[in-house]
């Protein structure tokens, strides 16, 4: 007769996560999760436990890991407030289409559905963030729903939740559970039509404004972007989560588009008649391109093709494989009077913004302090990018290159994700160099977590940008509502004395001097530092309403535009098509 081994239920869960190859798992102890942290004592010589200080930032940090990493994070929390607190990093995982694992507390069976201490209905809270909501109903059945949830978080690409009651996890059973993750193939992409990739060749061909539009779906495909843009002769515009695909200095790179973007990838995106529109969801995409261009879209999903905009030519791919195709397809094609006043207006845009590099005025502009972290950090520096002004700055000035890495709040944009991301980045990639860059009000809300880096040591080096205000709603409230400033002042803070009570080293800068010697203290650092930047009150640039051509706007509007915003270099894009026209006659 064989004995069978015995294991607790949520030990055996942790096995199967483990078999997954999740590193880190991310939470704040309570006491319905008992069972939980004796599993996870028992697997600590296998799988590290990061003890956040509240569920919210285990959960943006797993979402964190997952988007940087591309395999399934993992966070959990206690029955009731803890479970609770989990949502909003759920949620950012979820719109990021980002896997992730959320195991959930639940009191004792016997005293669920009662008016118990922290008792509540569990399961229906998760219902809209995830993609498979669970209860587990017997000890047994725990490692193989945890092997499930996390098949199905890869399958859709969303969080998958697990809700353990306590008794069930400390219950025995046996120890026999083979979970699925050999047996994960890798993803195979349908092959491109030869028919629509000659289709979208005759509309290039033939396009006198091509443009390509590319986002996140397209992040395996940077050295075809390039190529493709150097031999058609086409711009390349992004989203913002395609930041970083092809590097930030690329010849044909116009930047970000939007709001939080350059203004020649905003000017360029009114302009094409035909657009290859690659691997790109963002909902704003309905405001930024021409309406009546002819569109080209490659996506590897069906659901995505035609959804944000008429599409002439869908091809059913992934971006790699699809734009090899088409630059077989192709031949080199000439500059059109589009592509050589574009790159002239990207040129503009570019000594402009490089022309602030070196200000020493106080209080301290973005270009200089993102110019020092750009010829400070290496090649493989991770940044954990917060929500609201910060975004703009960072799509703007900061130059990605190599093997650098990024992530933020995408299309959820809560504050409050930088810290908690910098945890989880430097966890996965610990030999590399990690920076979290935060507003006052994104940092003062999940800051706390400066604790979690000060207890495991992490070099971090967290830069907030203190400007006394929610600038990103500032903007809105003074340019698109056009109402009184309300609710958007914030009081001034020490936050380096914050940072030093904290136990990590807190610098504050004032000065373009004191910018160049806290952030080569920070570099040389052991553990986490906080650099408490005071910034200047000045808005960014806005592309939304650019008083700067005198054909749409009053010589006085021009004027005031320009003075607010320290533009007279700059030029509107109607300028160098006048002078591409001008220079081919």
């Known amino acids: 007769m064989i004995v069978m081994s015995k294991i607790k239920a949520v030990t055996a869960g942790l096995k199967v996560i483990e078999a997954w190859g999740v590193k880190n798992i991310y939470g704040l102890p309570g006491g319905s999760f008992d ?40 966070t ?46 569990e399961e229906p809270i998760f219902d809209d963030v995830s993609v498979w909501n669970r209860t587990a109903m017997s000890a047994k059945a725990i490692p193989g729903m945890i092997d499930e949830g996390i098949r199905q978080a890869y399958k859709y690409r969303g969080v998958a939740v697990i809700t353990i009651p306590k008794d069930l996890g400390w219950t025995e059973i046996d120890d026999n559970f083979v979970p699925t993750a050999d047996n994960k193939p890798e993803v195979i992409y349908p092959t491109p039509d030869d028919a629509k990739i ?16 590319f986002g996140q779906g397209a992040k395996d495909a940077g050295a075809e972007l390039s190529e493709l843009a150097k031999k058609f002769k086409m711009p390349l515009v992004s989203s913002m989560l395609g930041k970083g695909i092809v590097p930030d200095e690329d010849d044909n790179y116009l930047g970000v588009t939007g709001r939080v973007g350059s203004k020649p990838a905003v000017e360029a995106g009114f302009s094409p008649d035909v657009v290859l529109w690659i691997g790109n969801d963002s909902p704003f995409s309905i405001f930024l391109i021409k309406h009546g261009a002819k569109v080209i879209q490659i996506d590897a999903d069906t659901e ?9 030519v869908a091809i059913l791919a992934d971006a790699k494989t699809a734009l ?35 200000d020493t ?23 954990a990018l917060d929500v609201g002004n910060v975004d703009i700055n960072f799509t703007r000035l900061m130059k990605l290159h190599d093997d650098q890495k990024w992530t933020t709040s995408g299309q959820y944009a809560t504050m409050g994700y930088g810290v908690p991301a910098s945890i989880a980045a430097k966890f996965a990639f610990p030999e590399r160099d990690v920076y979290s860059l935060s507003g006052d009000g994104g940092f003062a809300m999940l800051g706390e977590e400066i604790l979690t880096q000060v207890k495991y040591n992490l070099h971090i080096t967290n830069i907030v940008f203190s400007n006394e205000t929610l600038g990103y709603i500032e903007a809105e409230q003074t340019d698109d509502s056009h109402q009184p400033l309300s609710g958007v002042d914030l009081i001034d803070t020490d936050w380096a004395q914050v940072a030093t009570g904290m136990g990590a080293t ?16 920070a570099q040389a650092a052991d553990g986490p530092v906080v650099i408490d930047i005071k910034s200047t009150h000045d ?32 030029k509107p894009y109607s300028y160098f098509v006048e002078q591409v026209n001008k220079n081919s006659k």
């Open 198 to 213: 000659s289709a979208a060749w005759d509309l290039i061909k033939d396009a006198k404004a091509p443009l390509v539009y």
């Open 539 to 570: 808005m960014p640039f806005t592309t939304e309403h650019m008083d700067l051509n005198p054909a749409h706007a009053t010589k006085e509007a021009v004027a005031a535009f320009t003075a607010k915003y320290q533009a007279d270099a700059l």
């Open 361 to 383: 005025s106080t209080p301290l502009r973005p270009e200089p302090v993102f110019d020092q972290i750009n010829k400070l950090a290496s090649d493989k520096a991770v940044y």
């Open 304 to 312: 995505k093709l035609g959804k944000r905009h008429p599409v002439d």
């Open 35 to 74: 069972d939980g942290m004796q599993a996870i004592y028992e697997r600590r010589e296998t799988l590290n436990f990061v003890q956040v200080r509240h569920e919210e930032a285990g959960a943006l940090a797993a979402a964190a890991e997952g988007k940087l990493t591309g395999k399934v994070g993992v």
């Open 324 to 358: 090899k195709a088409l630059i077989a397809k192709g031949s080199d094609l000439p500059e059109t009077p589009f592509y050589q006043a574009t790159m002239a207006n990207l040129k503009n845009w570019r000594d402009w913004t490089n022309s602030f590099n070196n």
């Open 76 to 121: 959990f929390g206690s029955a009731g407030p803890g479970a609770v607190h989990l949502l909003n990093g759920l949620y950012d995982a979820k719109h990021d289409h980002t896997p992730l694992l959320a195991i959930v507390a639940q009191v004792p069976t016997k005293r669920m559905n009662l008016d118990f201490f922290q008792a509540m209905d």
């Open 506 to 521: 807190g610098i504050t800068v004032r000065t373009f001097d004191e910018l160049k010697a806290a952030l080569k203290q």
